[in-house]
C-alpha cells in the first residue's frame, strides 16, 4: 500500500479512552493519588478532549455506571459536544455493590438479578439520553470453589437475563459481551472465553457481538486468530486494548508486545480487504476501545501513547506487501511468507504518521506537545485548589 493510502486509513482509525482511565486507580495493594488526576466525570471529559486535540483520533469516551453518574445526561452529551466528544460505550457496572458477592444475572437470588438487570436497562436509558450506540457488558460473574454454584443452572440465568435485557436495546445500540476467564472468580466466570460469548450472542440476535479485551485470555493464547475467527462470524463486536505481561494487567497497550498488536491488526486489515463480505462489513465496524488503570504513570500521556501505539500498529499491518505475502505462501516458502510480514513490522511508520499529523495540522509528536502544553501542571494546581464538581454540574 503506498504512503497515501495508508494515511487515509489510518486517518480514519478512531479510539474510544475509557472515563475511568483518566481517574486514580490502584491496585489491591495501594491507590497512589495523582496530582491532577479527574475526579468527576467532567474533568474526565476535559481531559479526554485533550488527547483527541492532539491525536485527533480519540473522539469519544466510554462511561462507567455509577463511576460516572450524573444528573442529567443530556447535559454531560452537550458538555462533551461542546469540547468535540461524543459519550461512546455505557458499562454498566455490575460488581461493585455488596449484594453482588455471588455475581449480577447467575446471581443464585432472583431479587439480586432482577436488580442487575434494572441497572442494565437504566444504563441503556442512559444510552439513548447520550447518544451512546454501544452498551458494554462485562460480567464479574462466576464461583470460587468446585461445587459452590451449579454451572447448568448459573448458565440458564444468564441466558435469561441477557435476553430480557436485549428485550430493551433500541435498533441502534450493539450490546457488546466481553469475556474475562478468571478475576474476581477464581474457579470459573460465567463467560469466561469468546466461544461462550459468541453462542451467547448468537442466541441473543445481530445487535449482541463479542468484545475481545487483550488482556482477558490465559498466557501464549492466539489473540489474533480469536480475531479472525470472529471477524469471519461477523461476530467482533470491539476492542478494550491494553496490554499485559501476566494477568489482566491494563497497562498501556502496545507496550509489552507491540508484536502482538501488530498481528491484531494484521488480522482486522486482511479482512478488511478480503473479499468476504460478511468479515470486511464486520471489520469496518469495529468498536475500539482502550480498557486501561493507570496506577503510576500520567494518565493523559499514558492515553496519548496508546492511541498513538495503535496507530503505528495499523500503519504496520498496511506495510505488509500482500501480493508478495500470498505468492509465498501458495509456494509453501514459509520463512519466505514470514519475512514479509517482519519486514512490514519492522518499518518505522513514524515518517508518515507525522505526514498525517502534518495534513491534519496536528502536533507532529502529540506526546511531546502533551508534554509542552503545561496541561499537566496547569490542572495539578488548579484541581488541587478546586472543588470536585460531583454528579450535579454545573450548578
Ligand atoms: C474488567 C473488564 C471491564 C472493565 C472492568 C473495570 O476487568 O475489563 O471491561 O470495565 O474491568
Ligand atoms: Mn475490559
Ligand atoms: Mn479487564
Redesign the pocket.
Same mark, same amino acid.
Given at each position: 500500500m503506498d504512503e497515501s493510502d495508508v494515511i487515509d486509513r489510518v486517518r480514519d482509525l478512531k479510539i474510544e479512552t475509557p472515563s &475511568?482511565g483518566y481517574g486514580d486507580s490502584g491496585t489491591r495493594f495501594k491507590t497512589f493519588p495523582w496530582p491532577g488526576a479527574a475526579r468527576d466525570v467532567w474533568e474526565k471529559i476535559d481531559d479526554a478532549s485533550v488527547v483527541n486535540r492532539l491525536t485527533g483520533a480519540a473522539p469519544s469516551v466510554a462511561l462507567?455506571i455509577p463511576w460516572d453518574r450524573v444528573d442529567d445526561y443530556r447535559q454531560l452529551r452537550r458538555y462533551a459536544q461542546d469540547r468535540g466528544l461524543r459519550i461512546g460505550a455505557i458499562?454498566p457496572n455490575l460488581f461493585q455493590e455488596d449484594c453482588y458477592r455471588l455475581g449480577s444475572l447467575c446471581n443464585p437470588d432472583p431479587a439480586v438479578r432482577e436488580k442487575a438487570i434494572q441497572h442494565v436497562i437504566d444504563c441503556i436509558e442512559i444510552c439513548k439520553k447520550t447518544g451512546s450506540k454501544v452498551l458494554s457488558l &462485562?460480567l464479574a460473574d462466576g464461583t470460587n470453589y468446585f461445587g459452590q454454584d451449579s454451572l447448568m443452572r448459573r448458565r440458564r440465568l444468564l441466558e435469561e437475563g441477557l435476553e430480557k435485557i436485549y428485550t430493551h436495546l433500541p435498533g441502534d445500540v450493539r450490546l457488546l459481551l466481553?469475556y474475562?476467564f478468571y478475576e474476581p472468580a477464581f474457579y470459573h466466570t460465567d463467560v469466561p472465553d469468546w466461544g461462550t460469548s459468541y453462542i451467547l450472542c448468537r442466541k441473543l440476535g445481530s445487535k449482541a457481538k463479542v468484545l475481545v $479485551?487483550t488482556g482477558?485470555h490465559a498466557l501464549a493464547t492466539n489473540v489474533e486468530q480469536i480475531v479472525s475467527t470472529l471477524l469471519q462470524e461477523g461476530a467482533l463486536g470491539g476492542f478494550?486494548f491494553n496490554s499485559r505481561n501476566y494477568g $489482566?494487567d491494563d497497562l498501556v497497550v502496545g507496550t509489552a508486545d507491540p508484536f502482538q498488536l501488530f498481528r491484531i491488526f494484521f488480522q482486522i486489515t486482511e479482512a478488511e480487504m478480503s473479499g468476504d463480505a460478511v468479515a470486511s462489513n464486520c471489520a469496518r465496524e469495529i468498536a475500539y476501545m482502550i $480498557?486501561q488503570s493507570h496506577v503510576i504513570e500520567d494518565k493523559i500521556e499514558a492515553m496519548i501513547l496508546s492511541v498513538v501505539n495503535c496507530q503505528e500498529a495499523l500503519a504496520k499491518a498496511l506495510m505488509v506487501d500482500r501480493d508478495a505475502l500470498e505468492r509465498f505462501q501458495r509456494k509453501g516458502d514459509v520463512l519466505g511468507a514470514h519475512e514479509v510480514v517482519r519486514k512490514a513490522f519492522l518499518t518505522d511508520v513514524r515518517p508518515i504518521l507525522e505526514d498525517m499529523r502534518e495534513e491534519a495540522g496536528l502536533p507532529l509528536d502529540p506526546i511531546q506537545a502533551y508534554r509542552e502544553s503545561g496541561y499537566a501542571g496547569r490542572i495539578a494546581k488548579e484541581r488541587g485548589r478546586s472543588k470536585s464538581r460531583g454528579s450535579g454540574y454545573p450548578e
Open positions: &475511568w462507567h458499562n &462485562w466481553e474475562k $479485551d482477558h478494550h $489482566d $480498557d
